[in-house]
């Protein structure tokens, strides 16, 4: 089961820094429903390109992590940070699923936007996945 949900993480982490990158290089598909709004539908922030970036190359981290808690292949990592990360990535996760109550997460406020839909049906529940599967991974792998 640690191998299947590991493998998982990885594949679901590479494919959301692939997405990342592709918003960053210009590409608009699903960007709408992926950026917060507030009741007017206005952007509640305006994520700069290379914002974009880090957030692609660090999901890109969360893949390669991921990746080698499975044994796809080994790096030679500081004995430390497998056990901290292991602990940190799903913790991050689990706190977007609580959100920031006002815009995501369970508790937000504002719920009518199209983000907010899409964050309900779609961000909250893959948050709640990457946290559980995170955990699990850790504490059985």
């Not at 191998?3 to 997405?19: C, N, R």
């Not at 922030?45 to 390669?64: D, E, H, Q, W, Y």
């Not at 004995?79 to 369970?106: C, E, H, M, N």
Request: charge should be positive; glycine fraction near 8%; proline fraction near 5%.
């Amino acid at each position: 089961m640690v191998l299947v949900l590991g493998a998982l993480l990885a594949m679901i982490f590479l494919f959301l820094s692939g997405i990342h990158f592709y918003w960053a290089f210009g590409g608009k598909w699903g960007i709408e429903a992926a950026i917060p709004t507030n009741d007017e539908n206005i952007q509640a922030l305006k994520p700069p390109t290379i914002a974009t970036i880090i957030v692609g190359i660090g999901l890109l981290f969360f893949s390669l992590f991921y990746m080698t808690q499975i044994e796809v292949f080994t790096a030679k990592l500081p004995s430390w940070l497998p056990l901290y990360a292991g602990w940190i990535l799903p913790s991050i996760f689990l706190l977007r699923v609580i959100g920031d109550f006002k815009y995501v997460g369970l508790f937000k406020k504002i719920k009518m936007t199209k983000f907010a839909k899409s964050d309900s049906k779609y961000f909250i529940p893959l948050c709640v996945f990457l946290a559980l599967a995170g955990f699990i991974v850790q504490m059985y792998g």
